[in-house]
């Protein structure tokens, strides 16, 4: 029987690489999101890719994620995001708090839920996506930072607390990734903002960049724990030291 990988976020970006990757590697892929319209595309695109309603905000559609499923072997924590750019000073606590919501306890719903499933796999592997804004603050990066530094730390919690199960429990930290919305939506839609962050930057990451991390990760063998793995662009050397071409 094909092991079983659930992807959240999944209708764009990383996420969709990552569910498009992970079925070429021959996994089943349930491709879970709120845009529905996009992941019957995707499905119908992909072979092996299942896809299913899911907003990581909600218990209930969380649950009903994880009464779908006869099987989990691999839990990829995706669904996350950016709102906004405001120094800490001025910035609104409604958009902290839909950034923890999304990051830090859409990542414990999904878990709390699938994790009795990936021990029963007897292999399972648990990837949360968190960010180099899990160990790096930035200015600007206020409440996305805040969330990420405690999805990094939840990570970290787990792996400790889970040690001695048939758990593998990964956290990838992508730095500079040139994607269709991350940065629209940091930036509220406003799209020359968002072009600006990747301007004259000769070859920021891809979220295929990304995925091909997340599928070698969870195709080590059994006893390979790969604990962290941080991908930057070459081009990015720290978060405050980026090369950018003029022209
Ligand atoms: C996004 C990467 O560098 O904008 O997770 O924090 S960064």
């Known amino acids: 029987m094909k092991r079983t990988a659930v992807v959240t976020g999944a209708s764009s970006g990383i996420?969709?690489?990552?569910a498009r990757r992970l079925a070429a590697e021959g996994f089943h892929v349930v491709a879970a999101a709120r845009r529905r319209d996009r992941l019957d595309k995707l499905a119908a695109e992909v072979p092996g890719v299942t896809p299913v309603t899911l907003d990581v905000t909600s218990q209930e559609s969380?649950?009903?994620?994880?009464?779908?499923?006869?099987?989990?072997?691999?839990?990829?924590?995706?669904a996350g995001g950016a709102v906004?750019?405001?120094?800490?000073?001025?910035?609104?606590?409604?958009?902290w708090r839909r950034m923890y919501e999304v990051n830090v306890l859409g990542s414990l719903r999904t878990t709390r839920a699938l994790l009795p499933r990936l021990i029963e796999s007897g292999d399972g592997v648990l990837v949360m996506l968190t960010s180099v804004a899990g160990v790096v603050s930035y200015?600007?990066?206020?409440?996305?930072?805040?969330?990420?530094?405690?999805?990094?730390?939840?990570?970290?919690?787990?792996r400790l607390e889970?040690?001695?199960?048939?758990?593998?429990?990964?956290?990838?930290?992508?730095?500079m990734v040139r994607t269709d919305e991350f940065s629209l939506v940091r930036f509220r839609g406003d799209a020359d903002a968002a072009a600006r962050v990747y301007e004259g930057v000769p070859g920021p990451l891809t979220a295929d960049d990304v995925a091909d991390a997340i599928a070698w990760t969870v195709t080590r063998p059994a006893h390979v724990n790969i604990d962290r793995l941080v991908i930057r662009p070459r081009a990015q050397a720290a978060q405050h030291k980026v090369h950018r071409v003029t022209s």
């Open 15 to 18: 996420g969709e690489a990552t």
């Open 62 to 78: 969380v649950d009903e994620l994880a009464a779908a499923l006869d099987r989990c072997d691999v839990l990829v924590n995706n």
């Open 84 to 95: 906004g750019l405001e120094p800490v000073a001025e910035s609104d606590p409604d958009d």
């Open 139 to 158: 200015e600007g990066g206020g409440g996305y930072v805040a969330a990420k530094h405690g999805q990094t730390a939840m990570t970290e919690t787990l």
């Open 162 to 175: 889970l040690v001695g199960e048939p758990v593998r429990i990964v956290e990838i930290l992508p730095g």
